[in-house]
């Protein structure tokens, strides 16, 4: 019996970018440092296409420049990914913690829609 | 019966930021391209522990700075996350295609071992 | 008599950046690596108060958001400065190279106006 | 009678860079925000020669990496000039005040060739 469900997305990201790295015997180059910085690389370039549009929103975005978000989004996950496969980072339980503590640094009736009050707290 | 599969990561990351960001009416600021700067804001923040490093290896970092690594790692994963949801861009499938085009772009045998391959290609 | 030209801007502020690393004996945590690095996380900083605006213009930033962009700028300078020091680049001589390329790059009479020439010339 | 003393290299910049941005037409799209943004994302380009180095230090960098690094340099610095240019800041008074609070924030006797003091001051 095949088992209908999938696996794990991160999880599977992480193993097929182990098998990609070991293949090219490239671990050697992925100390945290330099991955760190190809996270900082990749967010520039993801940050390119909104360089200087009018409104920032979808609609404004070429077909082009959406292809590109969705490649260079895929870098900045591998890399973060990466980054914490070599330093055994569990990334949902991270983000679950981050989330918890996000929520009681914001509470909804104190700064709900508006943006001041997000960066002030932030 | 209960179902014995934990839910997807990203999906259940997906859906809680959702949640967090509809409580406080937040939608409104999350912009594409606000949405992409916060990621290179994270970037830059996630770089900052590894700025005056000797090795930028693992064990050169103190248990501080591997939490608050890991800290940041969670906040660029989160607007990764957000930033696709946005542009109803499938995540997982981004970077399955990416990791394709860098198995024909670097193929292991000219360009293992070997970081100058891997900086031309690049 | 005294000479009632100041000193070139850059030029003072490269001396006064190599003294205050000379009394801190920093010259070793000044690679190149490790200044553009630091660039990097200033620049983030920079952008930081920029996150959630709605505009980005001018009048929407705050005095206190004024003066951060202020001090981050001179952060991202002074570390600009001090990388052109140690890989003895003449920052002025490559600026003015990068603007006259530029100026064949972007012919006024066929991108004038035009944000989309820009980002595709770009 | 010619003036001898050469003219300010940033103020001279910072003309050129009005002339060219003048003659395109291309005010309109230097928003504070905008400029920002440039600021990361060539100072994500000024990264990426650094991105897979050993030691990071300057005889790693091959001419053709260097010459990247000069004309990165090259376009951060001029960011950074149009944005001080567009919210009137004084980027030379900006940095000197900078540097007076790190003067002060790290006593040289406290922290001298400690990368660890350095870090966690900053």
Redo the contacts between chains.
């Keep these: 019996v095949t088992d209908p469900?999938?696996p794990?997305?991160?999880?599977?990201?992480r193993d097929?970018?182990r098998e990609?790295v070991a293949?090219?015997?490239?671990k050697?180059?992925h100390?945290?440092?330099?991955l760190?910085?190809?996270?900082?690389?990749?967010?520039?370039?993801?940050?390119?296409?909104?360089?200087?549009?009018?409104?920032?929103?979808?609609p404004e975005?070429s077909e082009a420049a959406?292809a590109r978000?969705?490649?260079e989004?895929?870098?900045?996950?591998?890399c973060?990914v990466r980054?914490?496969d070599?330093?055994d980072?569990d990334?949902?339980a991270?983000?679950?913690?981050?989330?918890e503590q996000?929520?009681a640094k914001?509470p909804?009736d104190q700064?709900?829609?508006s943006?001041r009050k997000?960066?002030e707290y932030?």
């Design positions: 469900h999938p794990d997305a991160l999880l599977a990201l097929a970018l990609f293949e090219r015997d490239w050697q180059f100390t945290p440092r330099n760190a910085i190809a996270i900082s690389v990749e967010a520039g370039e993801l940050l390119e296409p909104f360089q200087w549009l009018e409104t920032g929103r979808s975005l959406r978000v969705a490649d989004l895929a870098d900045v996950l591998s973060v980054l914490a070599e330093l980072i990334l949902p991270a983000a679950r913690a981050k989330l996000n929520r914001y909804p700064v709900r829609g943006a997000y960066s932030g």
